[in-house]
């Protein structure tokens, strides 16, 4: 799983190895989101995730393309190249996050400016890492470019699609489901209806602060 091969004193190559790890590194952050948030929107996109890893596997048996040059790498998945599964979990991921920012997260606060400035860099920085891990493993010889270049295709359409079946299907189920008692039990929470989901949590933060504050001062 964390296993990738590049050739011996290649400086870009240490350093595409490294970013080609991406996924894992997507999946850690998931997991941990969730244990600490358990917010049903997270956990649909965890959901979309897997789903988009099954289909990639799908399609890859269906279609049985293989790796480049027969493939160089001793220690690989499965030999079938066509889609790349790093390229298409990273565009569904890098496609997907960028329809959260702009049609979830669609209000902004007081500082209009700053807060459509982070927009527009996280989702350039999420769009450069899908092509330079797309880039990485056509360098380090795991596929070829067409075979990334229908990866992300097929990631880009299936975040779409998610997200699109979230929006409209999931969405309106998830205040029913935060109500169930097994999600009562473990915490699990409804944010749909909150637009600006960091922009709630930094001011009830906040205030929650301030009056914890206040009562420390009256009890001294």
């Not at 997991?31 to 965890?46: A, N, P």
């Not at 933060?205 to 206040?214: G, I, L, V």
Request: with cysteine; glycine share 6%; hydrophobic share 50%.
């Amino acid at each position: 799983l964390t296993h990738v091969e590049y050739p011996t004193g290649d400086l870009s190559g240490h350093l595409l190895a490294y970013l080609s790890l991406s996924p894992v590194f997507v999946i850690v952050g998931f997991v941990t989101l969730i244990i600490f948030k358990r917010e049903l929107h997270t956990i649909s996109f965890l959901g979309g995730l897997a789903l988009n890893e099954g289909v990639n596997w799908l399609i890859k048996h269906i279609i049985q393309e293989p790796r480049p040059c027969g493939g160089p790498h001793m220690a690989v998945g499965t030999k079938y190249g066509m889609p790349s599964s790093h390229s298409q979990f990273m565009w569904f991921f890098s496609v997907y996050s960028f329809l959260f920012l702009y049609l979830r997260m669609h209000q902004t606060n007081n500082a209009r400016f700053l807060d459509l400035l982070w927009r527009h860099v996280l989702s350039l920085g999420l769009l450069a890492a899908a092509f330079l891990v797309s880039y990485s493993r056509v360098y380090l010889l795991y596929h070829t470019w067409s075979q990334v270049l229908y990866g992300g295709i097929a990631g880009s359409l299936m975040a779409v699609a998610w997200f699109a079946f979230t929006q409209e299907v999931l969405t309106p189920l998830f205040p029913r489901i935060a109500a169930w008692p097994i999600s009562e039990f473990f915490l699990i929470r409804d944010t749909s209806l909150i637009p600006n989901v960091l922009w709630f949590e930094y001011t009830v933060t906040r205030a929650e602060a301030r009056n914890r504050q206040r009562k420390l001062g009256t009890k001294l």
